[in-house]
Every structure is written in C-alpha cells, then in structure tokens.
C-alpha cells in the first residue's frame, strides 16, 4: 500500500458545497426528492463532471447514473456509490458524500496515470431514499433484478405521478438495460447517521452488516369503563397492557445482543380522561444485524404478547407492515477497508448499519462493504447534518485505497 496516494480534499468539498445548491431551502438544509427539478439539476450537474473526464457514462433504465473507467483488463468492475436525492429539509452528505467521493477516486485515478487490472464504475442510485416514490432503495433493487423496471415505473408519488413520466419529463429515462452489470464488488462510503464513531473518537467504521427492520402494529383490545368505579380486579385495560409492552420492548432490547426495540407510536380509544382505554393501538419497530435475533426478537413478542392478553385479560392482536432481513458485507471486503484505514494511520472499528442502504441490496449481488465517518452528535436526515472535513477527507482516501486493493485483483 501507498499512503502517499491521496484524494483532493478541497476539490470534493467544493463539488458537496456546488451539488447543495439544488434543493437548498431558505431556512437551511436541502430537499431534493427523486425526479424533482431539483434532482435533475444536481444530476446534470454531476454529469457534466463525469464528461469532463471523458468516463462512459450510462443512464440505465430507472435513471441510474453509470459511469465506467476501463481497467488493464476487461474483467467485472468495482462498483462504487451511493444516491444523490435527499429526503425533506436534508443535510448535504447523506449520498452525496459516497457518490462525489467516488467521482473523486476515479479522478485520483486518472490523474496519477493508475491503471487498475479490473474496471472502475461509479453509479448514483434513483430514489434511495423513498421520500417521493414511497418504493426505498428503487434504483439498486432494479439494478439487481429484485424489482422489475416496469414495476418501478409504475410506482407514484403521493400526487399520483408515476417514476416512468418523471423519468422521460427530466431526461433520465435510459436505455441501459438494468442487470447488464454484476460487479466485482460493491464499496459504498457514506455518514454513520448515528453516534458511535463521533462518541468513541473512531474515525472509520468498517460495516459488517446492515440491519434487518421488522414493523409491526399491535392492537390490543380490553374494556373502556369508568375510572372511578372500576374495581382493579374488573379492569380490562388496554392502556394499562400497552405500557407493559413499551417496558418489555426495553428489556429485549437489553438481553439481545445488539437489539433495538422502539414504539414510535401509540393511541388510545376512547382517549378520555376519565375512561379506561378500551382500545390501544402501537408500533414497534425491531432492529438487528443478525437475522437469527432478529426472529428471536420477534418470537419473544410474541410469546409476550400471548402472556399479556391472558394476565391482563385483553385481546392482542399484531400484524407484520414490513419485514427486511439484515445483509451481510464480504468478510473479505471488510478485510480490505480495515486494511485501507489502518494503512493510512486511522483508527477503525467494524460495527453495524442501524440505517437502511443502497448496499443492503447489492449485498444480496455481489460482495459489498461500507465505510463509515462520524456524524457530528449522530445527526442526519437534518439541517444540522455534519461531518468534519478531514474526517470527510478521510474516509475518501479509505475509498480509494480500497479500490485499489479490490481493482487489483483483490476479489475471489
Ligand atoms: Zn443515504
């Protein structure tokens, strides 16, 4: 390895500050939903820097952005990327950050004449984040084949406008069929969204794995009746049941092993002051990196739940609103970014994904690593999003060596 290789840190902070400007909101922060006029003028934009290298650039068939830099031989490429839309009052890495630092790797690249054995092909996802067109992660499920493009097409927006008008209306619906393309590998370096490098003073996080997500509404049904003379022992509660089920979810999330159990929603009917909720209706939303917990963090509820409509004499029901397993990155790629980051003299630790990514899908594809750099106070999906610009620098510069180690030959 040559440390002495390295990206131009001002030239991709310059090129997040110009990418900003479209979406940016008066207030502060960005909005640049997929398929916007926004979208297309960071998108033109981004073009226009990949044609100032003379890249082969591909729109494939959902407005994926492809960009392809030949290598020494013609085997398949490293893929690096990320998406470019944001979600409402954004901060300005989240996606940006991964695909402008891959633009800025394959610049590198061609500046010191390095000519990798294997291709270097960057992409800019469509619609990571579901903001719009509510389908999450659209551009790398068609990418892979998990979504079939007329599929995609079809999905619309909360005004009914489809993905398929939108991408003829802002000149991105290409040609390049989706699936043409199996990586070598995938490389996605992107802000943690979280606390734990900027707490633990860690510059690189080498993810292992990207949580799986299970959503479920619990309704639970008891007896409304009077507050006052209800005796305890009468009681039907279903408020009572509800709170139960919050502390509960603490306590999986203490005795699983790297566990999350949140309600994020909870309502009460009749909603009186004076009455004992007859009805309770909540959300839970289950987190784990490993799918064996995950179904034990599942299985556990529920046994729970059946337990507490007996002891609490209710009624629970539950339904499942979305299930994701979690994917696994490539030991081997992993290997290769904690290699890059100590190499380069950076503290690293390796750690999860508690956020959905383009690469929890190309995991199920090819072998996929992320790299993390810290969020200031963990903030993102927000104004106040912010990542140092030497960690930023940083984690551009693990990008690259890594590429380097895989494009040279460095996967199976
Ligand atoms: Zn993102």
Same mark, same amino acid.
């Given at each position: 390895?040559?440390?002495?290789?390295?990206?131009?840190?001002?030239?991709?902070?310059?090129?997040?500050?110009?990418?900003?400007?479209?979406?940016?909101?008066?207030?502060?922060?960005?909005?640049?939903?997929?398929?916007?006029?926004?979208?297309?003028?960071?998108?033109?934009?981004?073009?226009?820097?990949?044609?100032?290298?003379?890249?082969?650039?591909?729109?494939?068939?959902?407005?994926?952005?492809?960009?392809?830099?030949?290598?020494?031989?013609?085997?398949? &490429?490293?893929?690096?990327?990320?998406?470019?839309?944001?979600?409402?009052?954004?901060?300005?890495?989240?996606?940006?950050?991964?695909?402008?630092?891959?633009?800025?790797?394959?610049?590198?690249?061609?500046?010191?004449?390095?000519?990798?054995?294997?291709?270097?092909?960057?992409?800019?996802?469509?619609?990571?984040?579901?903001?719009?067109?509510?389908?999450?992660?659209?551009?790398?499920?068609?990418?892979?084949?998990?979504?079939?493009?007329?599929?995609?097409?079809?999905?619309?927006?909360?005004?009914?406008?489809?993905?398929?008008?939108?991408?003829?209306?802002?000149?991105?619906?290409?040609?390049?069929?989706?699936?043409?393309?199996?990586?070598?590998?995938?490389?996605?370096?992107?802000?943690?969204?979280?606390?734990?490098?900027?707490?633990?003073?860690?510059?690189?996080?080498?993810?292992?794995?990207?949580?799986?997500?299970?959503?479920?509404?619990?309704?639970?049904?008891?007896?409304?009746?009077?507050?006052?003379?209800? &005796?305890?022992?009468?009681?039907?509660?279903?408020?009572?049941?509800?709170?139960?089920?919050?502390?509960?979810?603490?306590?999986?999330?203490?005795?699983?092993?790297?566990?999350?159990?949140?309600?994020?929603?909870?309502?009460?009917?009749?909603?009186?002051?004076?009455?004992?909720?007859?009805?309770?209706?909540?959300?839970?939303?289950?987190?784990?990196?490993?799918?064996?917990?995950?179904?034990?963090?599942?299985?556990?509820?529920?046994?729970?739940?059946?337990?507490?409509?007996?002891?609490?004499?209710?009624?629970?029901?539950?339904?499942?609103?979305?299930?994701?397993?979690?994917?696994?990155?490539?030991?081997?790629?992993?290997?290769?970014?904690?290699?890059?980051?100590?190499?380069?003299?950076?503290?690293?630790?390796?750690?999860?994904?508690?956020?959905?990514?383009?690469?929890?899908?190309?995991?199920?594809?090819?072998?996929?690593?992320?790299?993390?750099? &810290?969020?200031?106070?963990?903030?993102?999906?927000?104004?106040?999003?912010?990542?140092?610009?030497?960690?930023?620098?940083?984690?551009?510069?693990?990008?690259?060596?890594?590429?380097?180690?895989?494009?040279?030959?460095?996967?199976?």
């Amino acid at each position: 390895m040559q440390p002495e290789i390295h990206i131009d840190p001002q030239r991709l902070n310059q090129r997040l500050v110009e990418l900003a400007q479209f979406g940016a909101l008066p207030e502060g922060g960005i909005s640049r939903l997929a398929l916007t006029d926004a979208d297309k003028s960071g998108r033109d934009l981004f073009v226009s820097w990949l044609r100032d290298l003379s890249l082969d650039v591909r729109i494939d068939q959902v407005g994926n952005i492809l960009a392809f830099q030949p290598g020494r031989g013609d085997a398949q &490429p490293v893929l690096l990327g990320s998406h470019l839309d944001t979600v409402r009052a954004a901060g300005p890495l989240d996606g940006a950050l991964g695909v402008l630092a891959g633009l800025e790797v394959l610049q590198t690249l061609q500046e010191l004449d390095i000519h990798t054995l294997r291709p270097v092909a960057l992409v800019a996802f469509t619609n990571e984040e579901g903001a719009r067109f509510t389908t999450d992660m659209m551009g790398s499920r068609a990418f892979c084949g998990e979504l079939p493009v007329e599929d995609a097409w079809d999905v619309t927006d909360f005004e009914g406008v489809r993905v398929g008008d939108e991408l003829r209306r802002i000149g991105y619906s290409g040609d390049f069929p989706c699936g043409q393309v199996t990586p070598a590998a995938y490389l996605e370096l992107h802000i943690e969204q979280g606390p734990v490098l900027y707490q633990e003073r860690v510059t690189i996080g080498a993810v292992e794995a990207i949580t799986g997500i299970s959503w479920q509404a619990v309704t639970i049904t008891g007896a409304a009746n009077h507050a006052g003379t209800t &005796p305890l022992d009468a009681r039907r509660d279903a408020g009572l049941a509800a709170a139960k089920v919050i502390q509960y979810l603490r306590e999986l999330a203490q005795f699983l092993p790297d566990q999350r159990a949140t309600c994020g929603r909870l309502s009460f009917s009749p909603d009186v002051i004076n009455v004992i909720p007859g009805q309770a209706v909540l959300t839970v939303d289950l987190r784990n990196g490993e799918d064996a917990v995950l179904k034990k963090a599942e299985q556990q509820l529920a046994e729970y739940l059946a337990a507490l409509a007996e002891g609490e004499n209710v009624e629970v029901t539950s339904r499942i609103l979305m299930r994701v397993s979690p994917s696994r990155c490539d030991p081997s790629v992993v290997t290769w970014v904690e290699t890059a980051a100590r190499g380069l003299g950076l503290t690293c630790r390796r750690m999860v994904s508690g956020a959905g990514h383009d690469a929890q899908i190309m995991a199920h594809t090819c072998p996929t690593a992320m790299i993390f750099i &810290p969020s200031q106070n963990g903030i993102s999906h927000s104004p106040a999003e912010y990542s140092r610009p030497k960690d930023i620098e940083a984690g551009a510069n693990v990008l690259l060596h890594t590429v380097l180690g895989l494009a040279d030959g460095g996967t199976g």
